[in-house]
Nanobody
Framework: QVQLVESGGGLVQAGGSLRLSCAVFARTFSNYAMAWFRQAPGKEREFVAV????????YYADSAKGRFTISKDNTKNTQYLQMNSLNAEDTAIYYC??????????????WGQGTQVTVSS
């Protein structure tokens, strides 16, 4: 019914930037919040940022504040994560998610396949 497809990951040097995209493919879609999580090797999946369906509200993990910006364009059924000032600690697989507002991954109903972000130090 719903498919989320991330893109934009890659290899960047420390201090660089990446812009991740998440396209939503669905015949119908509820008014879900859209979020980004990430998971480094051997670590638990970690909340990064979330945005309300209408884009009016956002919330960021402390690790993302001041560096990352989440946004969305409902007319294009796409959400974005602009990542600036990247460092090696940002290296992880980044996942797009859709669901209820929250910082726990259990609150989200749909997940993308993930896109790898690697930051060289």
């Amino acid at each position: 019914q719903v498919q989320l497809v991330e893109s934009g990951g890659g290899l960047v040097q420390a201090g660089g930037s990446l812009r991740l995209s998440c396209a939503v493919f669905a015949r119908t879609f509820s008014n879900y919040a859209m979020a980004w999580f990430r998971q480094a090797p051997g670590k638990e999946r970690e909340f990064v940022a979330v945005i309300s369906w209408d884009g009016s509200s956002t919330y960021y993990a402390d690790s993302a504040k001041g560096r990352f910006t989440i946004s969305k364009d409902n007319t294009k059924n796409t959400q974005y994560l602009q990542m600036n000032s990247l460092n090696a600690e940002d290296t992880a697989i980044y996942y797009c998610a859709a669901g209820g507002w929250g910082v726990n991954d259990r609150t989200y109903d749909y997940w993308g396949q993930g896109t790898q972000v690697t930051v060289s130090s």
